[in-house]
């Protein structure tokens, strides 16, 4: 089946615009995960989506970063005025809910840079 | 405050040896997950083993097993009979009751020929 997919996957923007970056997670996973991964090091938790539980925003560094989902589909992470500092890979991951700790599934990411 | 650790930033091996990654954490949780993933220069992040902490045996997964010892908080990947396509960034990580993943810092591994 289709995996976690996420677009644009390459995303050039001049610092202080808006960028939108979408996740489609894996049909049927009620957990959805983004996370920023800057150049040469590991994962950042960034927000944390299962069902419809308040979202976990506890790893938003600031006020700039918000993110949506539509029911147990589509999200969306928005960096408003983007920084330099921004620019990063920005990783989205869907997991089923069975009970446990459920493999986390990632997409191939969006690139981002901010100029 | 939980914290996981790799501190082989970077590893050189020898095609169809064995590899082995190190990876320590830190918790006073009695409950947790460990994953093991990996990274080629694509950027897709691969899943590739799980450990739960209460798993008497450790976790295997064809030419992938996990050496896992609780009492030292260690979860080491190992990688049996390594091949090209093995060169990669591996990451281990870590999740707790509230489902977030923390992640080491990764090891870059080199499979030469």
């Known amino acids: 089946g289709a995996g976690v997919s996420q677009s644009p996957s390459n995303k050039v923007t001049e610092k202080g615009k808006d960028v939108e970056l979408r996740c489609d997670p894996i049909s049927g996973h009620t957990a959805l995960y983004w996370y920023r991964q800057r150049l040469g090091q590991g994962l950042e938790f960034l927000i944390y989506f299962q069902g419809n539980s308040a979202p976990d925003k506890s790893g938003l560094p600031s006020d700039r970063f918000s993110a949506e989902r539509t029911g147990e589909s589509v999200s969306t992470l928005t960096i408003q005025r983007t920084q330099q500092e921004d620019s990063a890979v920005y990783l989205c991951?869907?997991?089923?809910?069975?009970?446990?700790?459920?493999?986390?599934?990632f997409g191939p990411g969006t690139r981002l840079t901010v100029l | 405050a939980q914290k996981i650790t790799q501190t082989q930033p970077g590893m050189f091996v020898q095609e169809k040896e064995a590899v082995t990654l190190d990876c320590t954490y830190d918790t006073s949780d009695p409950s947790y997950g460990l994953f093991w993933y990996k990274q080629p220069s694509s950027g897709e992040m691969i899943f590739l083993i799980y450990?739960?902490?209460?798993?008497?045996q450790n976790a295997t997964e064809g030419r992938y097993s996990l050496n896992f010892q609780k009492a030292r908080k260690s979860a080491n990947l190992v990688i049996s009979a390594s091949q090209l396509g093995d060169s990669a960034m591996y990451f281990c990580a870590i999740v707790f009751g509230n489902e977030k993943l923390t992640f080491g810092t990764g090891t870059r591994l080199t499979i030469i020929p």
């Open positions: 991951a869907s997991s089923s809910e069975a009970g446990g700790w459920d493999t986390q599934y």
């Open positions: 450990q739960g902490s209460y798993d008497q």
